[in-house]
């Protein structure tokens, strides 16, 4: 079992381990030692790629990085405050044999972590992240290359340029977004400065908020996972569409013109359902998670669609989309991942899709989105820190096969433990709200004592 990696990379709160500068010096180590020797083997010098979000604790945790890779005889390219996606991005695109972004994601700004991309601009494996712990764990000094050998850091000017165009090449060339207005919130994000200039170079009318980060309000009730102030804004200012990103702008929430929002599922949804028409998806198919509302997989059943289902995270689910050959996949969540486009979960690429199906069709948002309606769904949580399955607790498996068998085949029930957070996530789902909502209120009881 690992012990550093999560569902998404490591993560924890600043100063507490892992998340402490002498901790992160050792994980670059043994990420370092991990990939360098076959790039020495290759007689080239190995390169690492670092992007951070606007948490304050990246002023801390980024030259510990770069201390640590330096040390093993890593030239280091960083970057600033980027979205995650612009690290995978880059990481290719440099030639760099390892890319790295410091975030936490959605989390609060107390929290920090560690994504780490292979040379090809995908998450790590399995396989390869159990090595690193390993690596961790047995200690890699003797790894330190002679002073002569020390690698060298430098900064990268023109990234934001970079991903900007990166990002306005997935919106079609044939179309603009000349009288669109569009509500942006960045979280006080990574995404706050390159966000709304790719909407605005596409020729949108712009209104963006969570664009003032001050290093402790990434996410402070906005983004993606506050969407509330978005859907505001958005009938405040009359706007066509709402755009809500997270901290690091790999995940997305939508808002329509009348402040309703749309989840990743209905995003899922409404983007599988157009590029099926204009024969662009591929795989007969769509790639979410377990989390996904069982209205999606009716809905592209009806479509003559397969929802195929993979563990909770966009790693999972790009790994089940490259098995599965298909090219839309994502997570109920926000996680969106367009594999036409980018090799890991993009917000605003996503969001240019959707915007890219509004022009094209000439419809609102809201007669494009909301295509089926959702089985009534409850996502509640409790504390557990127990390293252990939750699922080899005899308490729990009782629990589970008794309202199993209440939901009598229609509806689901999922207990798992978070990869980001030292809790129990409970998901119920079925026909019957009532019950729904009854199975879910005693199950949060029972596991919250």
């Not at 009782?398 to 029930?413: I, Q």
Request: aromatic fraction near 4%; charged fraction near 25%.
């Amino acid at each position: 079992m690992k012990k550093l990696f999560g569902t998404d990379g490591i993560r924890g709160v600043t100063n507490s381990n892992p998340i402490t500068a002498l901790s992160v010096v050792q994980i670059a180590m043994a990420a370092a030692y991990q990939f360098r020797e076959a790039i020495y083997a290759n007689q080239r010098r190995p390169l690492v790629v670092i992007g951070k979000d606007t948490r304050l604790s990246g002023y801390m945790l980024e030259p510990a990085l770069t201390a640590g890779f330096i040390g093993m005889g890593m030239d280091v390219v960083l970057v600033g405050p980027m979205p995650t996606p612009a690290i995978a991005m880059l990481t290719p695109s440099l030639r760099a044999n390892l890319g790295v972004m410091l975030s936490a994601s959605h989390n609060v700004f107390s929290d920090n972590g560690i994504k780490l991309f292979g040379p090809d601009g995908a998450k790590l494996s399995d396989d390869v992240e159990a090595q690193i712990e390993e690596n961790f764990d047995k200690g890699v000094e003797h790894g330190l290359v002679a002073p002569e050998l020390l690698g060298r850091a430098r900064r990268l000017d023109d990234v934001a340029g970079r991903y900007i165009e990166f990002a306005k090449n997935s919106f079609p060339e044939t179309l603009r977004l000349d009288g669109v207005k569009v509500v942006i919130d960045c979280a006080h994000g990574a995404a706050y400065k390159v966000a709304p200039k790719v909407l605005s170079e596409l020729g949108a009318e712009v209104v963006a908020i969570g664009v003032q980060p001050n290093g402790t309000n990434i996410n402070d009730s906005c983004g993606a996972t506050s969407p509330g102030k978005m859907s505001e804004k958005v009938k405040e200012e009359d706007a066509d569409i709402g755009i809500a990103l997270d901290g690091d702008a790999d995940r997305l929430i939508l808002a329509d013109e009348k402040g309703r929002i749309i989840d990743g599922d209905q995003i899922m949804a409404m983007i599988a359902s157009s590029w099926h028409e204009n024969k662009q998806l591929s795989g007969n198919g769509v790639v979410a998670t377990v989390m996904s509302n069982m209205g999606l997989e009716k809905y592209l059943e009806d479509l003559g669609l397969t929802l195929h289902r993979a563990k909770v995270g966009d790693r999972h689910v790009v790994e089940m989309m490259k098995d599965k050959n298909c090219n839309v996949g994502g997570e109920q969540s926000g996680h969106m991942i367009l594999n036409d486009y980018a090799t890991t979960g993009d917000g605003l690429i996503c969001a240019l899709q959707v915007l890219a199906l509004m022009v094209s069709k000439q419809q609102k948002v809201s007669k494009l989105a909301h295509c089926f309606d959702p089985f009534p769904q409850l996502l509640t949580s409790v504390p557990y820190t127990s390293a252990e399955d939750p699922m080899h607790d005899a308490k729990i498996k009782d629990l589970v096969a008794r309202h199993e068998k209440e939901l009598n085949g229609e509806g689901r029930l999922l207990i798992r433990k978070s990869g980001t957070e030292a809790i129990l996530r409970i998901m119920v789902e079925g026909k019957n709200k009532t019950l729904v909502s009854n199975i879910s209120n005693h199950l949060t009881k029972e596991l919250a004592s």
